[in-house]
Antibody, heavy 120, light 107 residues
Framework: EVQLVESGGGLVQPGGSLRLSCAAS????????MYWVRQAPGKGLEWVSR????????SYADSVKGRFTVSRDNAKNTLYLQMNGLRAEDTAVYHC?????????????WGQGTMVTVSS | DIQMTQSPSSLSASVGDRVTITCRAS??????LNWYQHKPGKAPKLLIF???TLHSGVPSRFSGSGSGTEFTLTISRLQPEDFTTYFC?????????FGQGTKLDIK
């Protein structure tokens, strides 16, 4: 079965750190660029980060640049998001998704998400 | 950054109705426009990519059109399972912005 499963979310104090993981199965993970996308409570989807298939090219939303780092381990079929300097406004469900460059870079595989809550 | 303006933000309709959702880009994005359906607590689901190409397995009552800066998603003959939230996203350039979403509910 093709799937992405996020983990690593939780409650963290402002200024703290978390590392999210996204485990891929059922498809050739190493062939795909990947996104992180988040949804704050009551808000819409916000693109967070993108990484290319071999991890050598990364991009970030301005809201997380300098605080978040995306990486991947293709041997483990896993995508990561290291989040440092967390703020209340980072509270959201974080989804990982593939980037299909043959389909105008749309995402047809998504995880259900992991909740991150930043609060004292 | 490219801004995506999606309208309406909410929409009430009945089973069997036809509805249209619009997404406008602040600059041209060619046809790098994708539509997603998102049910609460679930993974978003790709409906349309490249503005008008129906993703595999998506019912034919969903259709997309447009190019450049203006795009539409049309759902003909609404079914009960279609009442949820829809988002557009531009995949033309970083940051890959989403529209604000349209919540479709039953009238």
């Amino acid at each position: 079965e093709v799937q992405l499963v996020e983990s690593g979310g939780g409650l963290v104090q402002p200024g703290g750190s978390l590392r999210l993981s996204c485990a891929a199965s059922g498809f050739t993970f190493s062939s795909y660029w990947m996104y992180w996308v988040r949804q704050a409570p009551g808000k819409g989807l916000e693109w967070v980060s993108r990484i290319n298939s071999d991890g050598t090219s990364r991009s970030y939303a301005d809201s997380v640049k300098g605080r978040f780092t995306v990486s991947r381990d293709n041997a483990k079929n896993t995508l990561y998001l290291q989040m440092n300097g967390l703020r209340a406004e980072d509270t959201a469900v974080y989804h990982c998704a593939n980037v299909d460059i043959t389909s105008r870079e749309a995402s047809d595989i998504w995880g259900q998400g992991t909740m991150v809550t930043v609060s004292s | 950054d490219i801004q995506m303006t999606q309208s309406p933000s909410s929409l009430s309709a009945s089973v069997g109705d036809r509805v249209t959702i619009t997404c406008r880009a602040s600059q041209t994005i060619d046809n790098y426009l994708n539509w997603y359906q998102h049910k609460p607590g679930k993974a978003p689901k790709l409906l349309i990519f490249g503005a008008s190409t129906l993703h595999s397995g998506v019912p034919s009552r969903f259709s997309g059109s447009g190019s450049g800066t203006e795009f539409t998603l049309t759902i003909s003959r609404l079914q009960p399972e279609d009442f949820t939230t829809y988002f557009c996203q531009q995949s033309y350039s970083s940051p890959f912005t989403f529209g604000q979403g349209t919540k479709l509910d039953i009238k």
